[in-house]
């Protein structure tokens, strides 16, 4: 039985969003594989969890600090002037968790770290001082994220920043892989980017567990998008669908509707309203959201890494309209599985094509839940990354 640290920057329990979905998956799946897990996770302001003891499953031994974590202009400022390191990364740098970290390794001797994601990886030093295999699960890369964003910005003073904070990321995000002993890449475009460094690097997607998500298909005609508006991504693909598809769309049918939730959605200011488009703020089950209603949209214009909610709108047998960034990772061929269109006028027309045929709809969703089930089995995924751990000397 191998016995593994596993370091999150948020408590994932309950899995609600992309990111927590992902490491959620992870933990589930080497738990069943039979690996002995130690999890230290941050549980931050921004993805606080109330008595995170009983959202866990059993078996695994817990160690959850809550943190502050949120930007401020203060710290912003202060990091800007007094430090060579991104504050992307530095706000998940925290003493009493580098002390928790040391607690962790000195009362087991685990075979290897898995490090959920860049930002945990300033505890590496303490794992490598003890002689632990880090395994960096990279989520994405990271300043291609910001880097696609930036271009996109307006502001030229916030340009400027971003563009400093960036250029120290990637400078992060580099030293992070000499760090590690071997990085696991969400997808093949991510593994090509990390694939320039000399440490061995193997692609593994998210998984999920097949049997809870039912296919719900895609009966209903209606539009519809389900994700976290606290990502910068994800609203400024929000705004383009509102102010440049929708409009479209209505000209093809004025009878069209659109259905937005989750997280801070309720707070978006879209510059319209129009007719057919409703925001519906955070939902109380984001299955039965999928469950309601009918084409889901994924309208994204940056990113990097695998978009866990396409990979469930997947799984629950969606007909799905996505630009070419929100599929990424995820081998979806064009028609096939999905339709992809990164033009206004051609995402717009793929929507209405789907409104107006029944068929098509469920054509589509079914043939996206087979890919789903073939591809993103969380325990083979991870069965096949404790055959793939590096061994401690």
């Known amino acids: 039985m191998k016995e593994l640290l596993i370091l999150c920057n948020k408590f994932p329990f309950p899995p609600r969003d992309g990111s927590s979905i992902a490491m959620a998956s992870n933990i589930r799946g080497l738990l069943s594989a039979g690996a ?6 941050l549980n931050t302001d921004k993805h606080y969890v109330e008595n ?4 866990v499953p059993e078996g695994i031994e817990w160690h959850i600090h809550p943190v502050n974590t949120t930007p401020s202009i203060l710290g912003a ?8 390191r991104s504050y992307m990364v530095s706000r998940f ?4 968790v580098r002390e928790m970290v040391k607690r962790a390794i000195k009362k087991r001797e685990y075979d290897a770290a898995i490090v959920d994601g860049l930002f945990m990886m300033p505890y590496a030093d303490e794992l490598k001082s003890a002689g632990i295999p880090i395994v960096l699960r990279a989520h994405n890369v990271e300043h291609h994220i910001w880097n696609r964003q930036i271009q996109q910005e307006t502001s030229p003073l916030k340009k400027w ?11 992060y995000e580099v030293a992070a892989c000499g760090q590690s002993d071997s990085i696991v890449a969400i997808t093949q475009e991510d593994a090509k980017w990390f694939a320039k460094c000399s440490t061995p690097v193997h692609v593994m997607p998210c998984g999920i567990q097949p049997n809870s998500y039912p296919e719900y298909g895609s009966k209903e005609p209606d539009v519809f998008h389900i994700g976290a508006m606290d990502w910068i991504p994800n609203v400024d693909g929000i705004r383009w669908f509102a102010q440049k598809v929708w409009p479209e769309i209505l000209k093809r049918d004025a009878q069209a509707v659109f259905h937005l939730a989750g997280r801070d959605s309720d707070t978006l200011n879209l510059h ?5 488009f409703f925001v519906e703020g955070r939902v109380e089950s984001a299955s039965d959201f999928y469950a309601k209603h009918g084409i889901f949209v994924v309208p994204l214009l940056a990113g990097s890494g695998m978009r866990i909610k396409v990979m469930e709108a997947l799984a629950y047998g969606k007909a799905i309209v996505g630009t070419r960034v929100a599929v990424e990772g995820i081998p979806i061929e064009n028609g096939v599985h999905a339709y992809i269109a990164d033009r206004p006028e051609d995402f717009a027309i793929a929507v209405i094509k789907l409104i107006q045929d029944a068929g098509e709809r469920e054509r ?9 089930m073939r591809i ?8 096949d990354l404790l055959n793939r751990l590096p061994t401690r000397k």
């Open 364 to 372: 589509l969703g079914h043939e996206a839940r087979k890919l789903a």
């Open 161 to 171: 920043y971003l563009n400093i904070q960036n250029t120290r990321l990637e400078k």
């Open 77 to 84: 400022l202060s990091n800007l002037c007094f430090s060579s």
């Open 93 to 96: 740098d925290i003493e009493e």
């Open 272 to 276: 319209q309203p129009q007719r057919g």
């Open 376 to 383: 993103f089995d969380e325990n083979k995924l991870a069965e």
């Open 52 to 55: 995170p003891e009983s959202q």
């Open 36 to 41: 002995k897990l130690t999890v230290i996770a």
